[in-house]
């Protein structure tokens, strides 16, 4: 599956999320964050996983306000 890296990387900064942060939160290596994060392919497990992580992870308070949104393709 090929995730929207440009929404991931809104995702993560919207929580000041490093790499390393989300790949320990969703229990992948960092090196799938990066491949995520280059548009390369990554699991549907990694993906479940990736999104339950943001999920649980609180947003930034007008973190969103003040980062440009990723366009839509």
């Known amino acids: 599956m090929i995730i ?3 929404r991931l990387r809104y995702e993560m ?3 000041g999320m490093t790499a390393g942060e989300l790949a320990r939160l969703a229990g992948v290596n960092k090196n799938t964050i990066n491949r995520a994060l280059t548009g390369r392919s ?3 497990r990694t993906l ?3 999104s339950r992580a ?3 992870y609180p ?3 007008m973190a969103d306000v003040l980062l440009d949104k ?3 393709a």
Do not use: G, Y
């Open 42 to 44: 990554v699991s549907r």
């Open 54 to 56: 943001l999920l649980t």
């Open 13 to 15: 900064a919207i929580r």
């Open 4 to 6: 929207n890296a440009d």
């Open 70 to 72: 990723p366009q839509v």
């Open 48 to 50: 479940r996983e990736l």
């Open 59 to 61: 947003a930034l308070r």
